[in-house]
């Protein structure tokens, strides 16, 4: 019980209203500029083409008109740019945005292109030099849109009067299908014409899902599911990887290793995610952070999503504890009031411990705020019905449902070992130095190091700093466990337990000897 008064009375010298609003206005400022950080980064909207581009074509396609003697590539490019005209109107007109109708119109655009390169072929026989169509690299005079350079198929098809009324053929479904402007009908379409015979099972199940719920718009999370999903893969390749090697035989031992397993059981777990997301209904919070995953109009963003950045403010919570809490010990001496607590019949490392715990437990009141101001920020910007529905989960090789706000908080006790770790330094330098403004500066300095040291890491392969606890710090990097930030630790050989495992030692080590120097350090008068 007394040692719970202890505890209780590091509330009470250090809570005040002045100080619990600071941290909350902080906490407050914080989730605004990390919120509309991502929300702005994580902007997946498409510039639609303007009026400065129909103009620049439109000066191009009046140029070549303005040609008297036209060559066949003056011809045949002149005819590209009246269709790209053509098409960015429709583009800007119809509000067309980076997704499958734009697919659509290029391939609509290449069909038109062959069919005049076939109708140039008719009319200017004698003019057509077949042999070099078919070595048109070699042509001097090179004209990216000319008719030389796009024509090739013409030496490669045994009946171009087929492959013209095939073309016309698709140029009429694709621009039925742009007019129908259904998601389903397209996907229908391509299943019809056996353009999807190459997908997995699990694609064609999450196909089957869009087309029996007649899903229409392309943005509906399911659609950008099926979009999305990829085969787990037996490893990734070296091209995906932005790592140093210092030598070619480490780099021959990660290329045969590749991910390991943990790769594996990544990429398992996102596809299983997705494909349970679109059964179910439940939109996934999957955060790709890999530098080859799905391009942003294949991704989607939810509550879920902004709600879990809460794991960054983590560097924002050691900032304000060193700012609010960097005197725990040395105040004491600098006010006198060591002497009281000293002289009372509490033993010290019971003092010191009541300290520390007060410490975390400050930790993660601070923590707490920032998630519900960042719960509800992220609820009236992105609405709240994502996030009462539940956390998918991949554990026990099945999807799980857990609640959502639960499974925050075990996350938050989990990748929150590293912040403990700071706070043993804080602890410890507060106890060495009895200098709070030293301790407050510097445990604020190693809050900001997490994204320096793995700049510094990625980029000249320092492999030490990978055994520092200050790379844990930022404890987004732990949650997202994202591919790049694991691929650092893998090319040293270092998991994300192994960075809780080096944080917890850090933790032991460093109470220990606070505990030594508190215990055997003389008060003086």
Not at 127 to 153: E, L, T, W
Not at 326 to 352: A, D, F
Request: proline share 2%; net charge negative.
């Amino acid at each position: 019980m007394k040692f719970i008064n202890l505890i209780r009375s590091e509330f009470i010298k250090n809570y005040s209203i002045k100080k619990l609003l600071l941290i909350i206005l902080t906490m407050f400022i914080s989730v605004l500029v990390l919120g509309e950080g991502f929300l702005f980064l994580d902007d997946r909207s498409v510039q639609i083409s303007g009026k400065d581009a129909i103009e620049t074509i439109n000066n191009r396609y009046q140029q070549l008109l303005a040609i008297e003697d036209k060559s066949l590539d003056d011809e045949y490019e002149l005819y590209y740019f009246r269709v790209e005209l053509e098409t960015y109107k429709y583009i800007y007109e119809n509000e067309i945005g980076d997704d499958w109708r734009l697919d659509l119109l290029v391939s609509i655009r290449e069909k038109l292109m062959e069919n005049k390169a076939i109708e140039i072929y008719r009319e200017y026989p004698e003019q057509i030099n077949i042999n070099a169509i078919c070595n048109s690299s070699s042509m001097v005079d090179y004209h990216p849109r000319g008719f030389y350079s796009n024509s090739k198929f013409l030496c490669e098809s045994d009946d171009v009067d087929a492959l013209e009324k095939e073309n016309n053929k698709i140029i009429d479904d694709y621009e039925k299908l742009l007019k129908e402007n259904k998601y389903y009908l397209y996907l229908s379409y391509q299943n019809a014409n056996g353009l999807n015979e190459s997908m997995s099972s699990n694609e064609k199940e999450l196909a089957k899902i869009i087309i029996d719920e007649k899903i229409e718009d392309a943005k509906d999370f399911r659609v950008l599911n099926y979009l999305q999903y990829s085969e787990p893969r037996k490893c990734d390749s070296l091209d995906d990887v932005a790592v140093t090697f210092e030598t070619e035989e480490q780099k021959e031992e990660y290329i045969k290793d590749c991910f390991k397993i943990e790769k594996n059981d990544k990429r398992k777990e996102k596809s299983a995610i997705i494909i349970y997301s679109s059964k179910h209904n439940i939109p996934h919070d999957i955060s790709y952070t890999e530098w080859r995953g799905p391009d942003h109009r294949k991704t989607y963003t939810t509550s879920k999503h902004l709600t879990n950045k809460v794991f960054h403010l983590s560097l924002v919570v050691i900032i304000l504890v060193a700012i609010t809490s960097s005197g725990i010990i040395s105040g004491e001496h600098n006010k006198g009031t060591i002497k009281n607590l000293i002289s009372s019949p509490v033993k010290r490392w019971k003092i010191l411990l009541s300290k520390f715990i007060y410490l975390i437990l400050h930790m993660y009141i601070i923590w707490l705020i920032g998630l519900v101001i960042m719960y509800f920020y992220a609820g009236f910007r992105l609405g709240f019905n994502d996030l009462l529905l539940p956390k998918l989960v991949y554990t026990g090789s099945k999807v799980v449902e857990v609640n959502y706000f639960l499974y925050l908080l075990i996350q938050m006790l989990v990748s929150g070992i590293p912040v403990i770790a700071c706070l043993s330094i804080l602890l410890f330098l507060s106890t060495v130095t009895l200098n709070t403004a030293v301790t407050a500066s510097i445990t604020s300095i190693l809050g900001i190091m997490p994204p320096i040291l793995f700049y510094i890491c990625s980029n000249f392969g320092i492999k030490s700093l990978i055994y520092l606890p200050f790379m844990y710090f930022d404890c987004g990097l732990i949650y997202d466990a994202g591919e790049w930030y694991i691929r650092i630790l893998d090319q040293f050989d270092l998991s994300l337990g192994g960075g809780i495992i080096i944080s917890i030692i850090t933790i032991v080590v460093l109470y220990v000897t606070t505990n030594i120097v508190y215990i055997k350090r003389d008060i003086k008068n």
